[in-house]
């Protein structure tokens, strides 16, 4: 395997801390830091500093889909899920039981609610725009009120933008 590299991000709702290789992007996950601790550095890959670029771009409310290339680890139905969660676009939601239709297994609510639960590639592949059926909002591991952040921000600029 490639050598991975980390980068940190820091946004609006705390530290993004970017895994990656040469070859693409592994991990975008949020740590509970306020503050940076690593600088960048000079032997940062050019795809981690593309993600950290488009995430800043995001957050600025200028870019609605990320380009990067991203590393998917897991299996293949967790893969086929994370696939059909980018098919959520921003500012929109969806909830479990849409994606199982979408990934044609009605009945796999439940396993798709697993699948997102183990997203690494947080906004990216977008887990924060799933909520129940309900319309109410479910449990992100970024912590709920992330995802209530993510959801007004991306509706705010939403707006702008159309």
């Given at each position: ?54 995430l800043d771009e995001y957050f600025k409310g200028i870019r ?99």
């Open positions: 395997m490639s050598k991975l590299h980390k980068l940190e991000y820091e946004s609006p709702i705390g530290v993004i801390e970017i895994w990656g290789t040469d070859e693409g992007i592994c991990s975008i996950m949020f740590s509970e830091r306020d503050k940076t601790e690593n600088v960048m550095q000079d032997e940062v890959p050019k795809v981690l500093m593309d993600c950290f670029d488009q609605q889909e990320f380009t990067f290339p991203y590393i998917f680890e897991g299996t293949n139905f967790q893969k086929t899920v994370w696939t059909a969660l980018t098919r959520i676009t921003y500012a929109k939601t969806g909830s479990y039981k849409d994606i199982a239709v979408l990934i044609g297994n009605e009945k796999a609510i439940r396993a798709v609610g697993s699948a997102n639960g183990k997203n690494k590639l947080s906004i990216v592949i977008p887990c924060h725009r799933i909520i129940g059926s309900n319309g109410k909002l479910t449990g992100y591991a970024g912590g709920l009120w992330r995802k209530e952040w993510l959801l007004k921000h991306e509706r705010s600029f939403k707006k702008v933008m159309t």
